[in-house]
């Protein structure tokens, strides 16, 4: 089966410091990658994503990049802002083996302080 | 229109109240899902419907009776809800025949079952 692995929060960065949240996976056929961030409050957001191999989903700075050969999409910010504190999740959806479903990480809680 | 509009924000019920949940989108999208989040953990999938036809019902109590009266249109229908039913309520859209299967998704309803 699918399944996503991220790694475990929380992580607390103070403002202007480099981002890095870890998320690997496994899938049987062809997944398309994902990640969501949850502001307090609120619903989920698509962040940025990636539909194949070598493919970099960008977006308000944030970067991540489909790694097939280590089965990783590990997100990335040069310099996050109090903003940004939120819960992200990594999600894959595989069509061919799980249709319609979205395979969720744990979720990393980010507390940015100033 | 890129939203999924949900109503209401909070609900609290007792646990022999009827109540429902709406979600609205006006983005085309064919498949639309329910979720349920509990705190600090990622949302579960309830139900998909596909072309506003169940497709995916992931075991969920028949306390849990959802709708789909068109195509951007989704209703959950509760009924002798638990406590432990207490949780924040996701409905989320994507457009069908998507392979990247793209999810959007609502605010939510926060609910509490007294």
């Known amino acids: 089966g699918n399944s996503v692995t991220q790694m475990e929060g929380p992580v607390t960065l103070s403002e202007e410091a480099f981002l890095t949240i870890n998320c690997t996976y496994t899938?049987?056929?062809?997944?398309?990658l994902f990640w969501y961030v949850q502001y307090p409050g609120e619903g989920l957001q698509l962040l940025l994503k990636?539909?194949?191999?070598?493919d970099k989903g960008s977006n308000k700075g944030f970067e991540a990049t489909y790694r097939k050969e280590t089965t990783s999409f590990h997100l990335e910010k040069g310099s996050v802002q109090v903003s940004d504190s939120a819960v992200y999740f990594c999600?894959?959806?595989?069509?061919?083996?799980?249709?319609?479903?979205?395979?969720f990480g744990e979720g990393t809680q980010l507390t940015v302080n100033p | 229109d890129t939203e999924v509009t949900q109503t209401p924000k909070h609900l609290v019920m007792g646990m022999t109240n009827k109540k429902s949940l709406k979600c609205e989108q006006h983005?085309?999208?064919?498949?639309m899902y329910w979720y349920k989040q509990k705190a600090k953990k990622p949302p579960e999938l309830m139900f998909v419907?596909?072309?506003?036809?169940?497709?995916i019902n992931e075991s969920v109590p028949s306390r849990f009776s959802p709708e789909c009266p068109n195509s951007s249109l989704l209703n959950l229908h509760l009924h002798a809800l638990q406590p432990e039913d207490s949780a924040l309520y996701l409905c989320?859209?994507?457009?069908?025949?998507?392979?990247?299967?793209?999810?959007?998704f609502g605010p939510g309803t926060r609910l509490t079952v007294l």
């Open positions: 989320a859209s994507s457009q069908e025949g998507n392979s990247y299967n793209e999810q959007f």
């Open positions: 899938a049987t056929g062809y997944p398309s």
């Open positions: 990636a539909t194949k191999a070598d």
């Open positions: 999600a894959l959806s595989d069509r061919k083996t799980s249709g319609s479903r979205l395979t």
């Open positions: 983005m085309g999208h064919r498949a």
């Open positions: 419907y596909s072309y506003e036809k169940l497709s």
